[in-house]
Each structure stands twice: as structure tokens, then as C-alpha cells.
């Protein structure tokens, strides 16, 4: 797949995402990081020398391409702070991601994050840190020489999704509501990790328009969505399931509401989730995956 920066406008970016307006559980909990690993961690000790790249989004929209798996990161964090920028509507409001390619530690407003977890999004200061290792070693299968790229992809607009999240409100409304409600703190989380799925399926959608979605991506896509499934990581750690653990959905949830935004295209898609929220669906969702890992695991 070749990236490149889209400037189409949406009509319905003007009400980013339902969810800033759900009352008590309203969105998902967060955080001032998020991690697709779940472990970024403000750890301290190593004070290990950050090796990065910051990227912002660059003054032309040509071609991007990409020769390794470096590149194709940097690549990507600079096509999406364009294409989030000129789909926002009030270009006043956009703040660019500052995008950190990592193969050390790298340290953020929220603390240190760590070269071999997940990547993670700071909020405070609108930091990403994708770290090389995870893209290459840990259930993306990445190569160096930009294997897996579709994966590579929707991992990075995954994150993307939050930084979005963040300039619309949508993660303080999450962390008014998990004050309001502890006790859902995980099934919040859920819901805007799953909104954030979506919002990577919007971008995706457009290069699809262009022409840039080639045989096996999408494969690729639900493959990744599927490995990173909190019922997929439980059943492949072995253990007992709880739902009430799941912070970012099952594998199930993840594919569909990928492909919610991937279908339509339509950013306000991206909250129909707080209606499973409120009616409970949700829940009996995430317990139903529980179940499955539970009955897969036991003799």
C-alpha cells in the first residue's frame, strides 16, 4: 500500500464523535497515555538516550513512500496529522501529533515510555511513541522492509484515533465519566478504544477511494484487529477470562467497529457505540468473548 495525504473534507466532522455527550458512562476511560500493548509505563531508571524521529505533517501532499519500516512510521504519523488537520473542519482547533519513531526509551509528559512495549498516546503534551521493536517483534510481524504494512497502518491510525479523541474532548469527557462511575471504568475504556478503531477505518476508507488498498490489506487489518483482541490475548496467555478485565474489546468488536468506519467513511459512526453502552449490549459482548476464551481453555 502506498500512503499518501487525502484532504477531502466530511460533512459530518463538525460533531466529532457522539460519545463527548454521553451522560454518565459516556466514553471510554482514559488515562494520560494509551498503548495498544496496554504497558506504556512512566517508568524510571534506565535514562536511556531517546533515538526518534519527530515528524509533523510536511508542507506538500505528494506521494508519500516509504523503503523500511522506519520510514513507513514517520511516513504515516506525517499523512495522518494532514489528513486529521484538513478533516476537522476548524483548522484553529488542530494541534499536530508529535510523532516519536523509537528504538529507546523515549520520555513524554506522561513519563517514560519504554522501547519494547505497545505504542502509546500522551495526551498532555500530544505525544506518539511508536516504538520499531513492537512493530517488528510483537503480533504485527512487520519487517523491515515494510512487510505487513496494512497492519502497520491501522496500529498507527488506532492511535491516531486518541490524539482526535483528545482535540475533541472526547478523553476528558472519558475521565469525567470514569470519576462519576469507577465501577465501569474498564467497560469506558472499551468504548473509546473501540471509537478509536473506527476512526482508524475513516482514514482507511479514503485510501481505499484513492485507490491505495491492494489484495490481502484489509486481511492484514482484521488479522492484526484479531491478534490484539483482549479475548485473543487472554485465551494466548492461557488464563481464565473476565470481562470485566477487557480494556479494549474483544477481537470480535475491534473487527466490526473497524469496519463500521471503513464502510461508511462517516466519523459520526464512530460513537454509535455509546448506545451499546447504555443499553447494556456492550457488556453482554464483552462477556459472551469471556465466555468463548473460558470454553475454549477448559478441559
Not at 78 to 106: H, M, Q, R
Not at 189 to 216: F, N, P, Q, Y
Request: aromatic letters at 6%; glycine letters at 10%; one cysteine or more.
Amino acid at each position: 500500500m502506498i500512503f499518501r495525504s487525502r484532504t477531502r473534507t466530511l460533512a459530518t466532522a463538525g460533531a466529532v464523535l457522539a460519545l463527548a455527550t454521553i451522560p454518565l458512562t459516556g466514553c471510554g476511560g482514559s488515562d494520560s497515555s494509551s498503548s495498544a500493548d496496554t504497558s506504556a509505563a512512566a517508568a524510571a531508571g534506565s535514562g536511556a538516550d531517546t533515538t526518534a524521529v519527530d515528524t509533523a505533517a510536511p508542507d506538500d501532499t505528494s506521494i508519500i513512500r516509504y523503503a523500511d519500516l522506519r520510514d513507513q512510521l514517520t511516513s504515516l504519523g506525517a499523512e495522518l496529522n494532514i489528513f486529521w488537520k484538513a478533516n476537522l473542519g476548524d483548522a484553529g482547533t488542530w494541534k499536530d501529533s508529535v510523532v516519536k519513531v523509537v528504538e529507546t526509551p523515549s520520555q513524554t509528559a506522561c513519563g517514560q515510555i519504554d522501547a519494547d512495549t505497545g505504542p502509546a498516546y500522551c495526551e498532555p503534551d500530544a505525544t506518539m511513541v511508536l516504538p520499531i521493536a513492537f512493530f517488528r517483534d510483537r503480533l504485527i510481524g512487520a519487517t523491515d522492509q515494510g512487510g505487513n504494512d496494512a497492519a502497520v497502518a491501522a496500529v498507527v491510525a488506532h492511535e491516531f484515533g486518541h490524539h482526535v479523541q483528545a482535540l475533541s474532548g472526547i478523553l476528558e469527557a472519558t475521565r469525567e465519566a470514569v470519576a462519576d462511575n469507577p465501577d465501569a471504568a474498564n467497560l469506558l475504556s472499551v468504548a473509546k478504544e473501540l471509537s478509536a478503531d473506527c476512526l482508524m477505518g475513516v482514514w482507511m476508507s479514503t485510501a481505499r477511494d484513492e485507490g491505495r488498498i491492494e489484495d490481502g490489506d484489509i486481511e492484514e487489518v482484521l488479522g492484526a484487529l484479531t491478534r490484539i483482541g483482549d479475548d485473543s490475548l487472554t485465551a494466548d496467555a492461557g488464563q481464565v477470562a473476565d470481562a470485566a478485565t477487557f480494556d479494549h474489546g474483544t477481537s470480535a468488536q475491534r473487527e466490526y467497529w473497524f469496519a463500521q468506519g471503513y464502510d461508511t467513511g462517516d466519523v459520526e459512526k464512530c460513537g454509535d457505540m455509546t448506545d451499546d453502552l447504555l443499553d447494556g449490549t456492550l457488556e453482554k459482548e464483552l462477556n459472551a468473548g469471556a465466555d468463548a476464551v473460558n470454553s475454549s481453555t477448559t478441559p
